[in-house]
């Protein structure tokens, strides 16, 4: 089967800049997690959804970061305005149901300059 | 909340030695970890998993065992290959409001010498 895909696979920004993130989950998989992994350190879970709905954003630092999946597939996270300490890698991953292994994308590096 | 911890952060072994990482988690209420492989650049891959009505698990030449009292599992790897050389993460994954939460340790690099 298809893995978790995720686009871009690089990038770098100015600081105050935008940029968003896009994650295509493996296909049935309900439940779907955004994580940042800066340098070093394990991931840290952003945000969750379970289909369409969100189910933890408790660490997303929402003044600047956003995220949607919209249809209950695919989604989208979004840094607005970005800061240095944002730079790391982020990761998608989904599973099919709550209680089932976690498969992750190969991230999305980003570098704040 | 959930919080593991996770030591060694670094680790080297000559190659054919056993190398063995430890987890802590602080809710009595984790049900499954969860341990990851991640090379370099590359995504994080489940290599082995244990459920708390397990306290031990065996694939070739990784094991993994729990304390569930203590609150600790491990991860063994025998027989050590250089391509075992990687960052290794455990996770501890709790029911929170209708939900699995999983929490993430901080990763034992692993490397090992030929």
């Known amino acids: 089967e298809a893995g978790v895909a995720q686009s871009p696979r690089y990038k770098i920004i100015e600081k105050r800049q935008s940029v968003a993130f896009w994650c295509n989950p493996i296909?049935?998989?309900?439940?779907l997690y955004w994580y940042q992994q800066i340098l070093g350190q394990g991931p840290k879970l952003l945000i969750q959804f379970q289909n369409n709905g969100v189910v933890d954003d408790s660490q997303l630092p929402k003044d600047r970061f956003s995220a949607e999946r919209l249809k209950g597939v695919d989604s989208t996270l979004k840094i607005q305005p970005a800061k240095l300490e944002d730079s790391a890698v982020y990761l998608c991953?989904?599973?099919?149901?709550?209680?089932?292994?976690?498969?992750f994308g190969p991230g999305t590096r980003l570098l704040v300059l | 909340g959930e919080n593991v911890e996770q030591h060694p952060s670094t680790l080297s072994v000559q190659e054919g030695d056993s190398a063995v990482i430890k987890c802590t988690y602080s809710?009595?209420?984790?049900?499954?970890f969860p341990w990851y492989k991640q090379e370099l650049g590359k995504r994080p891959q489940l290599i082995i998993d244990i459920r708390s009505n397990v306290g031990e698990k065996k694939d070739q030449r990784i094991a993994v065992t729990l304390n569930k009292t203590a609150k600790h599992f491990s991860l063994h790897i025998t027989e050590t290959q250089p391509e075992d050389s990687a960052v290794y993460f455990c996770?501890?994954?709790?029911?929170?409001?209708?939900?699995?939460?999983?929490?993430f340790g901080i990763g034992t690099k692993l490397q090992v010498i030929p």
């Open positions: 991953a989904s599973t099919q149901g709550v209680v089932e292994t976690q498969y």
């Open positions: 296909s049935g998989h309900a439940t």
């Open positions: 809710d009595s209420a984790s049900n499954y």
């Open positions: 996770a501890a994954r709790v029911n929170s409001g209708g939900y699995q939460k999983v929490t």
